[in-house]
């Protein structure tokens, strides 16, 4: 029952959110392109959110599991007003909606020999997030490693009301302590961000995932003073499944942290040269 409320306050809040939203959005990418120049390989990302957009395409493009934790932008440097005017002309006192405030973003590295060698995979990471801290996007960003292989682009500053910079503590820095226990996947997932969001005083929702892989799986995680990254990488291990995740903010009417799972995946091209993605433990 509870479950079924949160969703349905979810599907109200987003119909609200949708309604709201500007007609007159500018021009977005669908996705990030990637382009080879010889040795040289460059992304092409323009979306609210363009470092975001430029990961997925690279962990699509080589196979790679890169994690994403977005930084919680809401001034008016990182966020920009998104309320379609019909509705706004309705609702004249009414809090409107607001995107991220990103746009173009163009990055260039050399194109790696081996992809899934971590090295060249955390080179290939650090140049673009270099080279994104650059510019005039929201948020600067950094890189972490885990000692499964995976990498996370986490959010690290944000900037002021007044234009300045600050650092934020990524939220999935926060030491927890969690019975160790064995859960189904979804009951780790859940219960790691309940303590989350008890802990942090902030609101962390789990959104997407693979339903029957979290529903059957059986993992053991848990323990004093760990990292809510840390416990949710243990209970990813024990999953046996290459799964990834998103992170990512919303400042509109009760700012909230949702969380997004899915098995990492890789770009294909069949015979028909139709493109398509496939999960990386897939054999090629």
Same mark, same amino acid.
């Given at each position: 029952? #509870? ?10 809040? *987003? ?7 500007? *007609? ?67 609702? !004249? ?9 990103? %746009?173009?973003?163009?990055? *260039? ?15 290939? #990471? ?58 189904? #996947? ?51 291990? %024990?999953?046996?499944? !290459? ?11 009760? !700012? ?29």
């Amino acid at each position: 029952m #509870l479950r079924k409320i949160v969703a349905d306050a979810v599907l109200l809040s *987003t119909a609200v959110l949708l309604s709201a939203q500007s *007609t007159t959005r500018p021009e977005y990418m669908e996705r990030a392109v990637i382009r080879q120049d010889g040795s040289r390989v460059t992304v092409i990302a323009n979306d609210p959110v363009p470092l975001f957009q430029a990961v997925v395409a690279i962990r699509q493009e080589y196979g790679l599991r890169v994690n994403w934790e977005a930084a919680p932008g809401y001034s008016h440097f990182d966020v920009v007003d998104d309320t379609g005017p019909k509705w706004r002309a309705a609702h !004249p006192e009414a809090r409107g909606v607001t995107r991220p405030a990103g %746009g173009l973003f163009t990055s *260039t590295f050399l194109q790696p020999n081996d992809p899934l060698a971590a090295g060249i995979r955390g080179d290939v #990471l650090a140049t673009v997030i270099r080279d994104y801290n650059a510019t005039e996007n929201p948020g600067k960003y950094a890189l972490r490693a885990g000692a499964d292989g995976s990498f996370a682009v986490v959010g690290t500053k944000i900037r002021d009301e007044a234009g300045g910079w600050q650092e934020v503590r990524p939220i999935f820095d926060t030491p927890l302590t969690l019975e160790k226990q064995s859960r189904n #996947l979804y009951e780790a997932v859940s219960s790691i961000l309940a303590a989350l969001s008890a802990t942090s005083g902030k609101r962390v929702i789990l959104m997407g995932m693979p339903n029957n892989l979290f529903r059957d799986a059986q993992v053991t995680v848990g323990g004093p003073n760990v990292t809510a990254r840390d416990l949710l990488q243990q209970a990813f291990a %024990g999953a046996r499944r !290459p799964l990834e995740y998103d992170l990512g903010f919303d400042p509109d009417f009760s !700012p909230v942290y949702v969380l997004n799972v899915s098995i990492a995946t890789r770009t294909e091209v069949d015979s028909t040269g139709k493109r398509r993605l496939v999960p990386i433990d897939r054999p090629h």
